[in-house]
């Protein structure tokens, strides 16, 4: 059995790992820390986990849970990963971190958008950027991931196959994003309210969102080129879910089966993303609750343009499903271990 | 491996089924029908299900279908069940029936109630009402089981302790109902199209409803007296859940701790019923995907009154995971085969 | 023109009587003061007013305002009203308080439901409970009126006939209540954070909801005998509506063309009271962003029960538009206006 | 006072004119009809408008309505209109027609895009675009409007004061438009059954909406060129409200202030349209259950594009509001007559 500490137990994602892990048949949560309720038994703070999960929530450092796990999931703001770990920390542990800390590998892009000093460049180098179906096998060496960021898995996993064939003008990417609400996380804010945002839609941080240079990194990486995206994530009235709706330019004209083919290239082995039939979108809620990624497009023959739609559950395949998805990746375990839920579609 | 057949696959109950049956490690789904999508492949109605479920929806009658399987679900309208079962379908399989044919012992008050002839008043004494918790040893030995009905399965597991042990009032019981939408099925109709029912709650058959005399039957059964319930049921717009408000006056002054150890008395053991601590009340998102029954309660000393708070999952306790909990008691398994999930609680 | 001051402004009360009284044909709001928007301007809190209403929040008192006003309303939670007013403050201005100060005539109840001191005992004899269908001569002739608390303004409108007229057994009398969010205010609260609260039913403050002496009270008053309720308060997940479900048993065998006339005796007449034809039952939707409360019910034969069901909108009729009734009766105007704005239903 | 029929009165456009008109202090409505409640009184179809609007519903054709009215309102499907006007009608009544027959000035593209024939093609060129702002003159003069579709209303005020002013690339344009589920109407559909669309967000009719000519027959007309758009219109979980998030790409480098400027220079005295402030982006909740149009947008710098974020009203400024100011227009009232009620923002 792996031992797994969560650093951050008590946040939207550290109960989605929990309700994961719990499950996962092949590890043993020993540690789960929180800041906020620490002292508290887990089912004190989620009722959900009556009878399920009675273990206590410590506040324990990561130095000090490293010594007893085999792994660590961080599930932290930005800035604190980067000030934890260190050298010492990984030679006793894998870590996964759910935070962005190390999802740049350049320095100064992480300072520039997070207008914060980065504690941590050096280990920069050693992180995996764990977007599992494109960083397998760097994955199965590393022991620290850096877990991508919900917005960026949905967007890269659309992008990657066309921009890596070439297909698309690498000046013309818009993405629009729609989040569910539980993208904002748990700590109380105005706009996150319930009367303030039910019933309502908005866009926020448009142009300016942080997942933007995390998403351009990884698909220059992909395409080999300078690529600059529009991004505008919206704020939805729902629970869970994240849309993607994506604009390209086609460098020539390709037919429905020439994009179908390619997709199918490189995802059609792929357990975790389906690709829809003809004239069928994906809607969030055939991913709820699952580590799916669906994925349909449409040739805009009109404007030469293809209109891409993906969807993930952002709080499973886009964090916590995901990690545990990496983590089956470095342990050697079947990808799929704990993680073949069925969408719980309403 | 049970082989399973499903009649009425694709209505919410159908694919709640599906859905755990699926994941199930003793159920193969050799069969399922639908008379609506008949020819389609599952995830072509249910998109969640592409890659999962590629098994073809058929319009087999009950007969040719009881041939081939262990056991067969039947997930229709009332009516239904009864026109379709016979001593010959029931000597080749076990039937579980989701609809509300066989769980009134009286033909005379189902045919009252459901205005509408009952088609097999012999088969009512085979049948055994599915409540698990209360009549396990009997569910054993049939093979045709009523699984209760959902308002029926939170209000009886609420009262029952309490009305055996003979602290309540038995002409005082009230019974407050809040269902989600889910509840009222998937046909299509003008109360559960969504602009008509979403940000706004009303009551509905105040008084009139059909699971009232289920209730009592059960309550009678249980306590040994007539038992006249007041229930209404109310529809809020979420898909899924039920909360149940019961009211029912002392016959003496008891205190917390006393009805506590009633609740434990029968419950104690019981692995998908959980006993709230003193102060919590059930919350229809802790049982959420789950096939739990969360029962928590006060005694209103003011009134010499105690209300008590249950929440099930409506398709899950409430339908299609009692259903299997009693298939897995039928077959002599571990009751909680497959039903172990834990709640998806947003 | 009646010169109007809001206190506590940019609370959902607060917004809700600025939206009302901007559009009142005899009224020019004044003053508006917000203790945490000071210094910004209305529209700046509420884009929504953008055009509309750029007054200046500001951090008077309410002795300042009082010297610049007609009427106050005061917005604030309970405790702060009774520190503030004073009969110098009454001398110059009518009051209107939509706060629970001044609701209970007896100051033991209040200290002891709100685990508080009552800063202003004296006054409480001036004030008029502001149920305005109950109490009108007495609201016309005072400066200070205490407005209703949302549930009991539901509570009490769909009981009072038939306790006044002695038709139901006092100690029967059980009150289910369905509150939509908004009612739980705009602090920032985990229960109320959108992820915590969507998709889910859950009581709270069972059998101990400070709404419950101010019920009773009124109701003694109104039949002339001991009443003590139980009372459940649920949050459903919408943003607006309160839905009361009563139950009471009946002292004699009545028909409901009889129950209807007592209705009719005392509502036929009220603008804002709708009584529903048989067998409609109010719906919260039909209310919504109106000063209506709608009011059906059904005899429970089989038990002797009465069954009423009310609605209102809990900012409208349940706070602010009650509050702008009051001061239409205060300032001896049309009761109805500014009031006649029809639901806006989805 | 002007007599006004509404065609089609039933249906959520239809609810929504009449819930304006009856306060409209010109407008006396005297003919409502409607197919399926024929013989109806309005408030036993909207239990809200119980002592507010007891009309009959008749189902009486167009010709008989406009000997009696000074105004028809013709809320329909499209294909309907278009048979039922004539010269006859026209010269009795004035008629604005809010569905899609006479949007479209082409009457092949018209035929192309809804796959029926137009059967009144020689009345498409009496037929003015009601889109307020832009064409006043025209529909002061007109008899026959043509209201504008929802999406393309929201998309053509955001738009055409950039591509007037020729500062986009004409084949740059995407518009994202995300709409409440009441846009698609009263009539029962699988997709708007509420557990189906509840939770959950999706994209339909990508790059084949009908709004598609719609909308770029009026930036063409505005701006003097072709323009071929990408539309994907998405379903959000909520009752009403569009929200439109366009891309254009600047034919220069321009500043925030100037294309501020550009807008003020069209909407600056507009009343109905409201310029956010700078990194302001409109909220459709701003905007519920009122005539406004609000506008925010931001440069892209890094990509050289401009994000215009547009959200109405879908009843109101996109259907029915739209159309009440319409008739002001042409009854040479005072445009805002009617439509000046604040938003309910909850």
């Given at each position: 059995?792996?031992?797994?500490?969560?650093?951050?137990?008590?946040?939207y994602?550290?109960?989605?790992l929990?309700?994961?892990?719990?499950?996962?048949?092949q590890?043993?949560?020993i540690?789960?820390?929180?800041?906020?309720?620490?002292g508290?038994?887990?089912?004190?703070?989620?009722?959900?986990?009556?009878?399920?999960?009675?273990?206590?929530?410590?506040?324990?450092?990561?130095?000090?849970?490293a010594?007893?796990?085999?792994?660590?999931?961080?599930?932290?703001?930005?800035?604190?990963?980067?000030?934890?770990?260190?050298d010492?920390?990984?030679?006793?542990?894998?870590?996964?971190?759910?935070?962005?800390?190390?999802?740049?590998?350049?320095?100064?892009?992480?300072?520039?958008?997070?207008?914060?000093?980065?504690?941590?460049?050096?280990?920069?180098?050693?992180?995996?950027?764990?977007?599992?179906?494109?960083?397998?096998?760097e994955?199965?060496?590393t022991?620290?991931?850096?877990?991508?960021?919900?917005?960026?898995?949905?967007?890269?996993?659309?992008l990657?196959?066309?921009?890596?064939?070439?297909?698309?003008?690498?000046?013309?990417?818009?993405?629009?994003?729609?989040?569910?609400?539980?993208?904002?996380?748990?700590?109380?804010?105005?706009?996150?309210?319930?009367?303030?945002?039910?019933?309502?839609?908005?866009?926020?941080?448009?142009a300016?969102?942080r997942?933007?240079?995390?998403?351009?990194?990884?698909?220059?990486?992909?395409?080999?080129?300078?690529?600059?995206?529009?991004?505008?994530?919206?704020?939805?009235?729902?629970?869970?879910?994240?849309?993607?709706?994506?604009y390209?330019?086609?460098?020539?004209?390709?037919?429905?089966?020439?994009?179908s083919?390619?997709?199918?290239?490189?995802y059609?082995?792929?357990?975790?993303?389906?690709?829809?039939?003809?004239?069928?979108?994906?809607?969030?809620?055939?991913?709820?609750?699952?580590?799916?990624?669906?994925?349909?497009?449409?040739?805009?023959?009109?404007?030469?343009?293809?209109?891409?739609?993906g969807?993930?559950?952002?709080?499973v395949?886009?964090?916590?499903?995901q990690?545990?998805?990496?983590?089956?990746i470095?342990?050697?375990?079947?990808?799929?271990m704990?993680?073949?839920?069925?969408?719980?579609?309403?």
């Amino acid at each position: 059995m792996i031992k797994a500490g969560i650093i951050g137990s008590t946040g939207y994602v550290g109960e989605e790992l929990i309700r994961i892990l719990l499950r996962h048949p092949q590890v043993e949560i020993i540690k789960m820390t929180s800041k906020s309720f620490s002292g508290k038994v887990y089912s004190d703070v989620y009722q959900s986990y009556l009878g399920l999960c009675e273990i206590e929530c410590t506040d324990e450092e990561v130095e000090q849970v490293a010594i007893e796990v085999d792994v660590i999931f961080m599930a932290l703001p930005h800035g604190i990963a980067s000030k934890n770990l260190n050298d010492a920390v990984l030679a006793q542990t894998k870590v996964i971190d759910l935070g962005a800390d190390f999802r740049l590998t350049n320095k100064e892009v992480y300072e520039d958008w997070y207008s914060t000093e980065h504690h941590n460049a050096e280990l920069l180098k050693n992180a995996v950027y764990g977007l599992c179906e494109w960083n397998r096998e760097e994955i199965r060496k590393t022991s620290l991931v850096a877990n991508p960021g919900c917005y960026p898995t949905c967007s890269i996993l659309s992008l990657a196959p066309l921009l890596k064939e070439g297909i698309l003008e690498k000046d013309s990417i818009i993405i629009d994003a729609k989040s569910g609400i539980s993208g904002a996380g748990r700590s109380l804010n105005l706009g996150t309210h319930f009367a303030e945002c039910n019933e309502s839609i908005k866009a926020y941080k448009v142009a300016t969102h942080r997942h933007i240079p995390e998403i351009e990194q990884q698909l220059e990486e992909i395409s080999g080129g300078t690529i600059n995206i529009s991004f505008t994530p919206h704020l939805v009235p729902m629970n869970r879910g994240i849309l993607i709706t994506t604009y390209g330019r086609l460098t020539e004209i390709v037919s429905y089966e020439e994009i179908s083919t390619i997709y199918n290239k490189y995802y059609g082995e792929e357990f975790f993303i389906r690709l829809m039939n003809k004239d069928i979108y994906p809607e969030t809620r055939w991913v709820k609750g699952s580590n799916y990624c669906d994925i349909g497009f449409v040739i805009d023959e009109r404007t030469n343009r293809v209109i891409i739609v993906g969807a993930i559950d952002n709080l499973v395949k886009g964090a916590a499903g995901q990690a545990v998805q990496n983590m089956n990746i470095m342990f050697g375990l079947d990808e799929r271990m704990g993680l073949t839920g069925i969408p719980l579609v309403r």
